[in-house]
């Protein structure tokens, strides 16, 4: 599944406003990088995402704690915000738009991300308008821990207008951004030697192409590359959504988009090979288990199913062609009954003897009827619980009793 990743640009929106956007098939490779205005964006495929980037230089942070009983899901949330961050904001607050971190709870310390809502919401009207609706709205620099467990640097933007961006800065882990300079950089820590002993190693500095070397002139070192695209397919694993309050969608086509972009990172994330290797063993564990399994009862049942063969080759050798072992063995026994003079349970003389035993004192049959091994009782009107009873004595006998065209219907049990 392919993800547009693509940059709100930071003027009023247009027909015309130019969009630099990152396609990738699973979150970490680019495979298309270039600019286009909305209506000419790549379509990501029907199961694909957009990921709105929001520049570093369109948010600002600030750091709250929410007061108990005003949770992410409280209606007066806005409200909250709104008093919290009022004295801290240049701009009328209901000009601005909110969101909280991932996570958040009231009565804990938490970011608050802050840009202009009426921006926001035009830059992402017009992506509705072009067919290209944001799954996802993202920041491009978010506070919170890095993946290298410490102050991370980055340099972006032009050499007439270059900045840099610290994140997890200080104890609270902040994103801080300066315009370039060699006191910046001392400022935020990334000069050598600005933020320990004289022989701390120098913190790692990436920067954009176009101002790598202005980058390593301030710094007097190299500074690795840090193209924009790495930086949207960075921001795009984030966990940060700022669609929140009036932004927020609940459609069911953004659930199936998140939902479909969290497939196929699993499918193809290079992250989750381990996963899907312990996934596809596990499967194939089961389906190989399964099919012993079954051969197993295979095994045990024609192994039982040749005991009896046997059984009725080595009692009755005369039998030659065995069909069906069962039926066949017990009419061998019915001719060596026959033949012996003896009785068996599906004869007239133990049917009836089993029927006068279980039937009701001083009620007797009208008719009898006899056909190979069925003995029908006709001319009896017994009560229900007279014919309830009479059933249970018969079943204790191992024998059946039940009614049948208008007879009572006596037969022997397969034993």
């Not at 795009?236 to 700022?242: E, S």
């Not at 039937?359 to 009896?380: I, M, N, Q, S």
Request: aromatic letters at 6%; proline letters at 9%.
């Amino acid at each position: 599944m392919s993800t547009l990743i693509l940059y709100l640009p930071p003027g009023p929106p247009g027909s015309t406003a130019e969009y630099s956007f990152t396609l990738t098939q699973d979150g970490h490779a680019a495979t298309r990088h270039a600019s286009a205005p909305a209506a000419l964006l790549p379509d990501p495929g029907r199961t694909g995402e957009v990921v709105a980037v929001v520049p570093a230089r369109a948010l600002s942070w600030q750091r709250v704690q929410l007061p108990q009983g005003a949770g992410p899901q409280s209606p007066r949330l806005r409200a909250v915000l709104e008093g919290l961050l009022e004295e801290r904001l240049l701009d009328d607050t209901a000009q601005v738009h909110f969101a909280l971190q991932p996570g958040a709870r009231a009565g804990e310390p938490l970011w608050v991300a802050i840009c202009d809502r009426l921006w926001l919401q035009g830059a992402l009207q017009a992506l509705e308008a072009a067919g290209r609706p944001a799954s996802r709205v993202v920041p491009e620099f978010a506070p919170g821990p890095t993946a290298s467990g410490g102050p991370e640097f980055f340099v972006i933007g032009t050499p007439e207008d270059a900045h840099v961006i610290a994140t997890a800065y200080g104890a609270d882990q902040a994103v801080v951004a300066w315009p370039l300079s060699p006191a910046s950089l001392a400022w935020v820590g990334a000069a050598p030697g600005s933020t320990g002993p004289a022989d701390e190693p120098a913190a790692a500095v990436r920067a954009e192409p176009a101002v790598v070397q202005m980058t390593e002139q301030a710094l007097g070192r190299p500074v690795t590359v840090y193209t924009q695209s790495q930086r949207a397919l960075d921001a795009a694993r984030g966990t940060w959504d700022l669609a929140q309050f009036e932004l927020a969608s609940t459609s069911r086509t953004r659930a199936l988009r998140k939902a479909g972009s969290v497939a196929g990172s699993f499918a193809r994330a290079p992250q989750w090979r381990a996963a899907r290797w312990a996934l596809g063993l596990a499967l194939a564990a089961h389906v190989i288990g399964i099919n012993l399994w079954a051969w197993q009862e295979r095994q045990s049942l024609a192994a039982k199913q040749a005991g009896v063969r046997s059984a009725l080759t080595q009692t009755f050798p005369q039998v030659k062609v065995i069909v069906d072992a069962p039926v066949q063995m017990e009419r061998e026994l019915a001719l060596l009954r026959q033949v012996a003079g003896s009785v068996g349970p599906r004869d007239l003389e133990p049917l009836m003897a089993a029927a006068g035993a279980a039937l009701p004192p001083g009620r007797l049959p009208a008719v009898l009827e006899y056909a190979t091994g069925d003995l029908r009782l006709r001319g009896l009107e017994l009560t229900p619980e007279e014919k309830d009873a009479m059933t249970q004595r018969m079943t204790s006998g191992g024998y059946s009793l039940r009614e049948q065209d208008g007879a009572l219907l006596v037969r022997a049990e397969a034993p």
